[in-house]
């Protein structure tokens, strides 16, 4: 494909909304608000938003900067800044990141299409805690039902990714994100004014220091890379479809924002409905698909499917994503068509979905490979190459946008000194700190 043919978002706003539905997703919703509350409440989102100040934006910039400046796929982007150099091998860890993300992460998607189906049904009213959780263990003791379930959400954000980036992914995004913030919105209302709501509120906000330790700090960052869908070629590929007149800084920051926003929106849905219950939160799948179905149906009808359906929708805007890192690279590098190369990468996602499906060793494993191994070593490449490849004033003029932008030539020297030294050295100790 020539780069004149090359498909963009169509406006700032559409690309802001395309990498906040990328970032937005099952990792606010299930993982987050149980992070804060076991990690010191808002202590922990001190060290979370440090984070992803000092290390995860700064990585995120180097994407986006990889990606809109030579207009490429992972591959092409690490080739034409390191030409003939091992760098662009890191195309093949993105490629398999992706893969390997999508394909477990569309399980729990599917999940959560049955869970609407059944929200829809008024399924969870009256039931006990225990029989909820029945509900879910029986869905997953079936092996058609969450290969069903799968199969119908890879199915809509296959079709989505194959009709295009902006009339598929951009205008889905479009409309859907607002449509989410609103959604979340309502459920916090609900939330924080049931009787009892004043503990979950103390449980994400109350700092405790004290509970800010190595661990803590790691779980951050791990969470803030899972959370800005970082070095797995999600940001560099979608911003390798910005316009040029686009601005790097402005999208990461603004994304960062609604990313971090939403994820404290998602603590305030959940955890004052939790403690309002008398329970106490845990995390995952149990919090989302056992407690929560029933504490939300005795809210009314409508909670449990305005929940769903903002998880279907944060999730399908994310696994969009990750296809589109696949289809790019099939399209660019192969010269397929983007249906033919969709179709693939359906077929492919969908049977690894089906092992994950049928089985939880394969699930987690996926799951930790992809956040401890995958993230963390593309996103060292993404800052190295970005830090230590390219030339300064190159990634200066890619950051300010040609210096047409103050506010991003008033920080760059801030980020580059991010970009070279503390992202790096950071992602090496935090890395060490997992293993150990
Ligand atoms: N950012 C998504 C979430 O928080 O659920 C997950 C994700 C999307 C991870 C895209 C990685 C990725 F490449």
Known sequence: ???????????????????????????????FPYMVGEHGGAAF?????LCSLFIALPIFFCESILGKSTGKDTFGALESVAPG???????????????????????????SVDFLIRSFMNDFKGESLEEAAGVFHNMNASVWEPIVSLT??????????AIGIEKGIGRFAKVMMPLLFIMIVIIVVRSCTLPGAGKGIEYMLKPDFSKIDGPAIAAALGQGFFSLSLGVGCVLTYSSYMRKEENVFYTGV????????????????????VFSAGLEPSAGPSLVYETLPVIFSRMGPLVPIIFFLAILIAAVT????????????LVDQKGLSRKKATTLFFIACWIVGCVCAV???????????????????????FALVVGWKMKKEDVRTQFTNYGTSHKAGA????????????????????AITNVL
């Open 1 to 31: 494909m020539s780069e004149k043919a090359r498909e963009n978002f169509g406006s700032r706003f559409t690309v802001i909304m395309a990498l906040a539905g990328s970032a937005i997703g099952l990792g606010n919703i299930w993982r």
């Open 45 to 49: 989102i001190i060290i979370y938003v």
């Open 85 to 111: 150099t091992k760098w662009k091998n890191e195309g093949y860890i993105a490629l398999l990141g992706s893969f390997i993300i999508v394909s477990y992460y569309s399980v729990v998607g599917g999940w």
């Open 152 to 161: 119908a959400f890879l199915g809509l954000t296959a079709a989505i990714v």
């Open 254 to 273: 603004w994304t960062a924002i609604f990313d971090t926003f939403f994820a404290i929106l998602a603590g305030f849905a959940i955890m004052p409905a």
């Open 318 to 329: 994310s696994a969009m994503s990750m296809l589109e890192v696949l289809v790019t690279w």
């Open 359 to 381: 089985s939880p060793k394969v699930f987690s494993i996926c799951d930790f490979m992809s956040s401890n191994v995958f993230m963390m070593f593309g996103a060292l490449v």
């Open 411 to 430: 920080v760059f020297s801030v980020v580059w000194f991010l970009i070279r030294w503390i992202a790096p050295i950071g992602i090496v100790i935090i």
